[in-house]
């Protein structure tokens, strides 16, 4: 099954993904206890592909 995966070497922590498809929106993103983000839903929602293309150094991905 796909997954949303967010790979926290690459991430800036400009927080787009939280804004784009936050999970308290039905998205799959929040802050963590470090103010980066994090994956709180593995499972892609309908603003994951926003969220991937927002994404200014391609931390996000889907993963089948
Ligand atoms: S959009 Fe990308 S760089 Fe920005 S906080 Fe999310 S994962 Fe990190």
Known sequence: MAKVVLDKTKC???????????VDNG????FGDDNLPVVKNETPTENTQVAVEGCP???????E
């Open 57 to 63: 150094v391609e931390a996000i991905s889907i993963e």
């Open 27 to 30: 998205g799959n993103f929040d």
């Open 12 to 22: 800036i922590g400009c927080g787009a993904c939280v804004a784009n498809c936050g």
